[in-house]
């Protein structure tokens, strides 16, 4: 396995890798509207991480297996919601006082609990360290709030987004320092 930034020509990989994740690992941790909610509106590329150069793609082979990122933007995650991520500003962060974001993590079910996860997190945080952030943040859905947790990630917030379509989908907000 290979990890390298995504390119716009991954578009189409990733948004499939997105889609497979949220329907995959999500019906163990919401029910099956909540899922397809999720699907529909969670799993959403946001091109600007492409652009900023700091959204990554691993690959197995040939095969886009996994995907996710870091901003130095204030949006705080990808997808539509009703909630905080939804029209929020794209103003770049303050590092000397603002957290960096982690954004769009996905990895395809046949490869989790296999490093991935981590691999993407270990250069997420790696390259926000180098453009000299000292913290990070994150929502995270639930089924991914356990990788985020052993990578030292802590709850700062329970959140319950209302999506687009009134489904209510709960997230966590977590942080860590670097």
């Given amino acids: 396995m290979k990890i390298r930034l995504a390119a716009a020509a991954d578009i189409q990989c990733i948004a499939a890798v997105m889609r497979e994740s949220m329907a995959g690992l999500g019906t163990a941790f919401y029910d099956e509207r909540q899922t397809r909610s999720a699907v529909q509106y969670i799993a959403v590329i946001d091109p600007q991480l492409i652009d900023d150069g700091t959204y990554f793609v691993v690959e197995d082979g040939d095969e886009v297996i996994a995907c996710g990122g870091w901003s130095r933007r204030a949006k705080l995650f990808t997808g539509e919601s009703a909630g ?3 029209g929020a500003p794209q103003r770049l962060l303050d590092p000397a006082g603002e957290p960096a974001r982690v954004r769009a993590m996905f990895v395809a079910p046949s490869h989790v609990r296999r490093g991935v996860g981590r ?3 270990d250069a997420c945080e790696e390259a926000a360290r180098a453009a000299g952030f000292t913290k990070v943040e994150l929502m995270a859905t639930l ?4 990788l985020y947790a052993v990578c030292g990630y802590a709850v700062t917030e329970r959140v319950e987004l209302t999506l687009p379509d009134g489904v209510r989908l709960g997230t ?4 860590k320092t670097l």
């Fill in 143 to 146: 089924p991914g709030e356990p």
């Fill in 172 to 175: 966590a907000r977590m942080e």
């Fill in 84 to 86: 905080e991520g939804a």
């Fill in 119 to 121: 691999m993407i997190l």
